[in-house]
């Protein structure tokens, strides 16, 4: 099977533009999750996702936003972009929602802001 | 809260040798606990996790990980470190809310 697959690898942005992330789950998976990742804060979890509905949100402005379509691919949008949202967003898929399955992740997106 | 804790920023060891990586966890309940490893550039890669049952998790690569309750750890472990295990290692513990916790990480170099 092929792996969870994120695009674009690489993004520049300026101030107060706006961005949007893609991520394709592992066929079969149904929740996707994103976490951002930087030197400061290490990894910390943005939401999630499963069957469409966001089932989970961790605590970043409403600025960071996402869906899920049917077809269990996933966005993410961050709207008026600060210096700070340089960061490698990195998303996840599971089989399900349940605990006990591990996530499996993509590559990441590296989002500089300029 | 759910949490993990990674004491060390840097971890050092010989090819050859043994290495651990430790962590240690503060749940309330029974934790679900996980490692992951992340090479320069890279994802993270699943290496085990801990639901419950053996307190000796085995995964992938030749590591290996000890479940222990009333040291609250779960340190990382592997018999013989090869060149190629320097990396970035992340503890992880599922909260109430399915979203993974993870530790600050830890830096492992092998040096041959």
């Known amino acids: 099977k092929a792996g969870v697959t994120q695009t674009p690898r690489y993004l520049i942005k300026t101030r107060g533009q706006q961005v949007t992330l893609s991520c394709s789950p592992i066929?079969?998976?149904?929740?996707v999750s994103w976490y951002q990742q930087t030197p400061g804060q290490g990894l910390q979890f943005l939401f999630e996702?499963?069957?469409?509905?966001?089932?989970n949100k961790g605590n970043f402005p409403g600025r960071f936003s996402g869906r899920q379509f049917s077809n269990s691919r996933s966005e993410m949008n961050v709207s008026t972009l600060e210096l700070g949202d340089s960061a490698l967003y990195l998303c996840a898929s599971r089989l399900s929602s349940g605990g006990h399955n591990e996530q499996f992740f993509g590559p990441g997106t590296r989002l500089t802001v300029l | 809260a759910q949490s993990v804790a990674q004491p060390e920023d840097q971890v050092n060891v010989a090819e050859g040798n043994p290495l651990t990586v430790k962590c240690t966890y503060s749940?309330?309940?029974?934790?679900?606990l996980f490692w992951y490893v992340q090479y320069p550039n890279r994802g993270l890669q699943f290496l085990l996790k801990?639901?419950?049952?053996?307190?000796l998790v085995k995964g992938s690569y030749g590591f290996e990980a000890e479940f222990n309750k009333s040291q609250t750890s779960f340190h990382l472990k592997k018999p013989s470190a090869l060149v190629s295990d320097s990396a970035l290692y992340f503890c992880a513990v599922l909260n109430s809310g399915y979203a993974l916790n993870f530790g600050k990480g830890t830096s492992l170099l092998v040096t041959p």
């Open positions: 066929s079969g998976h149904r929740s």
């Open positions: 996702y499963f069957s469409e509905t966001q089932r």
């Open positions: 801990y639901i419950t049952g053996d307190n």
């Open positions: 749940v309330s309940g029974n934790p679900y």
